[in-house]
């Protein structure tokens, strides 16, 4: 059975920075796309940053672009989500989920096995 955890939430201060993992069981990270994804109040799911089955590629929302890294720990079976300058309208639930597309696309459509979520809230 594939499962995904999130971890690593909270409250941190504008300018901040977290650490999202996410944890698989039931396969192996080779096994297809992981992607972390983010849902707002009143907003659809949208792609924050995606790693490729091979850890050779990634893709990052334009809003994630040099203020997020997305990284892989094939020993530990574990992605991570690495924000920092962290602003207010990144306050959301973020989830991760595994994508089995021949093509590596960010797309929430293209994602299932999706984990429960951890809140991140940027506040002062």
């Known amino acids: 059975q594939l499962q995904l955890v999130e971890s690593g939430g909270g409250l941190v201060q504008p300018g901040g920075s977290l650490r999202l993992s996410c944890a698989a069981s039931?396969?192996?990270?080779?096994?297809?796309?992981i992607g972390w994804f983010r849902q707002a109040p009143g907003k659809e799911r949208e792609g924050v940053s995606c790693i490729s089955s091979t850890g050779r590629s990634t893709n990052y929302a334009l809003s994630a672009q040099g203020r997020f890294t997305i990284s892989r720990d094939n020993a530990k079976n574990t992605v991570y989500l690495q924000m920092n300058s962290l602003k207010p309208e990144d306050t959301a639930i973020y989830y991760c989920?595994?994508?089995?597309?021949?093509?590596?696309?960010?797309?929430?459509?293209?994602?299932?096995?999706w984990g429960q979520g951890t809140q991140v809230t940027v506040s002062s």
């Open positions: 039931g396969f192996t990270l080779d096994y297809g796309h």
């Open positions: 989920a595994v994508s089995k597309e021949t093509m590596f696309r960010c797309r929430p459509a293209d994602f299932g096995s």
